[in-house]
């Protein structure tokens, strides 16, 4: 038990699961490249709104520095100049800035020894300079620094001429780099722009790339598609004219075989004319019908490859269609052909549906399946069923009750002329070209046809597909 379900096991292990990232990469390549290039874009806007606030953030932090520093000298001022007894109501009248607060005291209110500020802060508020700037009467006696708890605070005790202490708390408000409204409105603005730069510029320069794609995607079910037009930038120009020329080639390629085909099956009619002219003269009586039964044969697989040769030759234009009329027409010619099996003949499906195809090619194309459900199944049951969403294919089945085809024969009876043993007698002979036909025709419609065995019943069921 274990050892049967270990390779089972084995072979399911390296069908991994995609990760995350790989389920979020997007698919298409205007995807990619879009994301890619916002992806870039993030990253410059970050930079650029980083190096905007460290510059805004260093300036307010200057001017809230110059600021304290010039209302301290303020103060000092009125401090030195006022006499003693009014100082108090003058120091009261001054207006102090956010982040300064000044108190006159008897004490100092730094200890001798006190950890100093911070450099940037001794930078930003000149600290070194406050003891020796100005003229010699006007200089604090002492001048003390100290850093306080947060790191953009510090205290400092200045000392006046009559041994009064001024005693300042600086604390530097938090900064605010993002507060202006323009700013931000800005910043919207041209990120959005950017944005919508970007997404148009992606779209409009993968779309070269989509219209090869459906070129390739036309060439496929039409070799006589229209070419690309060659404009457009030189790389998509060279790009469409290498398509076109291939496109030529496969065209030319195509039209050289079938017509060497129709000339082989042409050529070859004189001599089995030639041939049955003699045969006529045997002696044998059972070697001459045998040799012309074979010869009919032979006729009929050229006559065969002749029309066969001449509808592919034919460019039959692709017009809208009802199906579910053609499906009905080819049943009553399949009737009124055989009037024996004409109550084995149905269909089932809705009373219109429209497709785009090549009205004659496709009837070709029923007609041999439903001929050979008749021929072989003695009957045939068509089910047409229209497509479940947009863009899915049109579905028909042609089901019929006879004997089917052996699985490892399903696909070769395409070939042109394998024909299953069973089938070689007389009556049901045919050239063994009608499936190969049908599945050229549906395949150049973009759609497609495979053969089953009925599931638990006799009978074989052919499956058509069709762009919906
Ligand atoms: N519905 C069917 N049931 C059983 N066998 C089938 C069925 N359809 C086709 N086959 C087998 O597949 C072979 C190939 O079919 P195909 O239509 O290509 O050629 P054909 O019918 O023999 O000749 P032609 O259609 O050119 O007159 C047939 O000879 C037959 O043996
Ligand atoms: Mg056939």
Redesign the pocket.
Known sequence: MSEAALPAEAAAAPERRPGLLRRLWPRSLAGRTALVLLFGLTLVQAAGLLIHALDRVDLQRLIQAREISGRTFAVWRTAVLTPPDRRAAMLADIELPQGLAVSLDEAPLVPPGAPPPPPHIVRLFRLDQIATAGPRHFRPREARFAALGPPDAFAAALRLPDGLWLNLRVHLPPPRPWHSETFLAAFAVMTLTAVALTLWAVRRLTQPVRALAAAAERLGRDVNAPPLPETGPAEVATASRAFNTMAERIRRFVGDRTQMLAAIGHDLRTPITRLRLRAEFMEDEEQRRKMLADLDEMEAMIT?TLAFARDDAAAEPSVPLDLAALCRTVLDEAADARPEAAERLAYAGPGHLTVQARPTALKRALA??V???L???GAARLTLTPPEAPGRPVRLT?E?D????PPF?LEA??Q?F???E???NRE???????????RNILRAHGGDVV?RNRPGRA??L?EVTLPG
């Open positions: 065969a041999n399946l001929g050979n459900a021929d072989y199944g042609v019929d006879g004997p089917g085809i024969a009876v395409f042109p394998h024909r299953l069973a089938s070689r049901t002979g045919g050239a063994g070209l009608g499936l190969p036909i049908a053969l009978g074989l052919a």
